[in-house]
């Protein structure tokens, strides 16, 4: 099936500073790919929709100057937390719908990326 | 609103005992429901989806429309199926959206 990786997988920071955070799909393309939050033992919470050659889609009370996203190519998403603060401390989990394979409207997920801001 | 709702945040159950984690929606229009399973330390991975009935690790969801619920069934937990369940939710023939994720139910599977 299709893969999407991130990268890192894990990050500790400094309060302040900026991190980014990596989505790929491996072997197939995604001119569309989905950032979500998702806090401990609890649901996940989409925050935007990274479109391949256009500005992302922020959810409601997402600040998109917090959270740039960049989707550079058709296999690449790309997001930063810019002057990172300790509550933006969560797990960062990315996706990438593969297409209607066999009808449906699968959905691949990255491993995560658990950010720390000290 | 659209909405997915996971009732139970932790489901405890002995090995060999029945299985239903429940799921109720809220869509205005037609649905497509999935079931996501977690692993512990894995990535978040389709177990199943409405549109396909199938059964996978022996597990069943059937998409109640009345109810506007779809329930996760297994005659019989196994060990290894301890992990976090999320329903989720999208419109039909709408290629390419987000899913909508209820807030997960823990199943817990002892001997």
């Known amino acids: 099936g299709a893969v999407v990786s991130q990268h890192p997988s894990w990050v500790i920071c400094k309060s302040g500073t900026s991190v980014k955070i990596e989505c790929r799909s491996l072997d197939f393309q995604a001119t569309t790919m989905f950032w979500y939050r998702q806090f401990p033992k609890q649901s996940l919470m989409l925050m935007a929709t990274s479109n391949e050659g256009s500005k992302a889609t922020y959810e409601q009370g997402v600040e998109k100057d917090k959270f740039l996203i960049n989707h550079a190519s058709l296999t690449l998403s790309t997001l930063t937390v810019t002057s990172a603060h300790p509550e933006d401390s969560s797990f960062y989990i990315c996706?990438?719908?593969?297409?209607?394979?066999?009808?449906?409207?699968?959905?691949?997920f990255g491993p995560g990326t658990r950010l720390t801001v000290l | 609103a659209q909405r997915v709702t996971q009732p139970e945040k932790l489901l405890s159950v002995f090995k060999g005992a029945p299985v239903e984690l429940k799921c109720n929606y809220s869509y205005s229009g037609s649905p497509e429901l999935f079931w996501y399973v977690q692993y512990s330390r894995q990535r978040l991975q389709l177990l199943l989806r409405h549109i396909s009935r199938e059964s996978i690790k022996g597990f069943t969801a059937d998409l109640n429309k009345g109810e506007t619920s779809f329930h996760l069934k297994k005659p019989f937990a196994q060990e290894e199926d301890s992990a976090m369940y999320y329903c989720a939710l999208s419109g039909l023939n709408q290629a390419g959206t987000a899913l909508i994720f209820g807030k997960g139910t823990t199943l817990s599977v002892s001997s």
């Open positions: 996706s990438a719908p593969g297409g209607r394979t066999g009808g449906y409207n699968e959905q691949f």
